[in-house]
């Protein structure tokens, strides 16, 4: 009876100790606590609490959500920036999003990298995901020619980005040849970063990391998200000394 119930305890603290909800900043901190995903005109909110003590993140502010068992993750969508429940990620992702006047997360987005992204429409469904899939012909056209129809979008991605990670690799290799080890970007970033230490930012550590956090990605030969390019132009653009260069910077992070 003992041995029984030292089980079933030690069961209940470990599925309370993982499953605990958090949300993992633009600086990779993971922080616990109980999570409320909150959504706002333009930016959405999320608030972190820990006993009485409660939190507020914007959207540019965090990296990854976790909520009762699912995963956010912030996605430029019309004017605004979303925080989004991840379906599937990769080079093509799926979100689902709540949109205003929904209880739930009903609307299914298409987010590709360095596209603009895409609600999954009833209508011109064969047009619109058929053009953003084009560049893998095997799947773009299954899609035009209505092999691949609005309720197989988890399929059309899941083979879209298998399609395009053989491509890439091919792309990488060729790439790797030719791309010099250190870039224009990469000057520009650490030219921008002393200038930001050197000036009178009250957050200027929070505007370095967010640099460093781009350099990393463009090591990692990874495309920088939109999120990153929102939150740094929002921590700068007031900054007259500072503005040119990083329009300077978003302008090569763009081409």
Same mark, same amino acid.
Do not use: W
């Given at each position: ?118 609600? &999954? %429409? ?7 995901? !058929?053009? +953003? ?7 773009? *056209? ?81 495309? &920088? %998200? ?7 132009? !929002?921590? +700068? ?7 040119? *260069? ?10």
């Amino acid at each position: 009876m003992t041995k029984t119930l030292f089980t079933a305890v030690a069961l209940l603290f470990f599925s309370t100790s993982f499953a605990q909800d958090y949300i993992v900043t633009i600086k990779s901190d993971t922080l616990k606590g109980d999570v409320k995903l909150l959504s706002y005109d333009l930016l959405d909110r999320v608030q972190l609490g820990k006993g009485k003590q409660k939190t507020m993140y914007t959207a540019l502010q965090v990296r990854r959500v976790y909520n009762k068992g699912e995963h956010y993750a912030p996605v430029k969508y019309e004017n605004g920036i979303r925080l989004m429940k991840i379906l599937q990620s990769g080079y093509l992702s799926l979100y689902a999003y709540r949109a205003p006047g929904q209880g739930d997360y009903d609307t299914r987005v298409l987010q590709k990298v360095g596209a603009n992204s895409l609600e &999954v %429409p009833n209508m011109g469904f064969k047009k619109f995901v !058929g053009d +953003l899939v084009a560049d893998c012909p095997v799947v773009g *056209d299954k899609v035009k020619n209505g092999d691949l129809s609005r309720s197989q979008v988890d399929a059309i991605v899941v083979d879209y980005n298998k399609c395009i990670s053989g491509l890439s690799e091919q792309r990488i290799e060729a790439a790797e040849a030719a791309t010099p080890l250190h870039t224009p970007t990469d000057d520009l970033i650490e030219q921008l970063k002393t200038k930001v230490s050197a000036s009178d930012l009250s957050n200027k550590n929070e505007v370095n990391d967010l640099l460093n956090s781009m350099a990393e990605r463009l090591r990692k030969k990874e495309a &920088v %998200p939109a999120y990153m390019k929102e939150g740094l132009r !929002g921590y +700068l653009s007031s900054k007259e000394d500072l503005k040119t *260069d990083m329009e300077q910077l978003l302008t090569l992070l763009d081409n």
